[in-house]
């Protein structure tokens, strides 16, 4: 039963619209929304240990993300140095740079082009 608390709080929740824009190559992922997120933990945290924990992912995982997308391009997306005295870390080659701000944009510019269908959509939800 839904008692009406519930029902105002489900009114004040308004509907999330999100694009996950897919870059295959087979049956690769090249490039997707977890990678370009992976790459700004990186740029934030400046090492892939801190920037798994920051997604709540292994290392292992983040490291497998990171090289998999690496070999996927044509130039690297991230550079890293070994660790040492100061821990080494990962940094965003311009590649990678680039890659995080297009992929941006295109999210930003599909949901301008869409917004009209969007509006359209959401006012069926719930």
Request: net charge positive.
């Amino acid at each position: 039963m839904v008692t009406p608390l519930k029902t105002k709080q489900a009114a004040r929740i308004r509907p999330e619209v999100r694009f996950r824009m897919r870059i295959r190559v087979g049956e690769t992922v090249a490039l997707g929304p977890g990678k370009v997120a992976l790459l700004e933990a990186v740029h934030e945290h400046g090492s892939i240990s801190a920037a798994a924990r920051s997604l709540g992912m292994s290392y292992r995982r983040a490291w497998l993300l990171i090289d998999e997308l690496n070999r996927s391009l044509k130039e690297p997306a991230t550079v890293s140095e070994q660790g040492g005295q100061s821990g080494g870390g990962c940094v965003l080659t311009p590649v990678g740079e680039n890659i995080v701000r297009l992929y941006r944009e295109v999210e930003t510019q599909a949901e301008a082009a869409c917004a009209t269908q969007i509006a359209a959509l959401t006012k069926l939800i719930r």
